[in-house]
């Protein structure tokens, strides 16, 4: 790696566009509505965009 000019940087804890106060917002919604929905389940969802490079198996 040196030969070529790179170098290793350990990887952070925090994300760079972590926002504490949103954070915070968030957690009191979250805790909010896990109180008033019951027993119904509580999804979470990513966006991700499907792969366009599908394989036929």
Not at 2 to 13: I, N
């Amino acid at each position: 790696m040196h030969q070529y000019d790179f170098s290793y940087k350990q990887p952070k804890g925090v994300p760079p566009k972590f926002d504490e106060d949103k954070q915070a917002k968030f957690i009191k919604a979250y805790e909010a509505l896990k109180e008033n929905v019951g027993d119904e389940p509580i999804y979470f969802m990513d966006v991700t965009h499907p792969s366009q490079a599908t394989k036929v198996t």
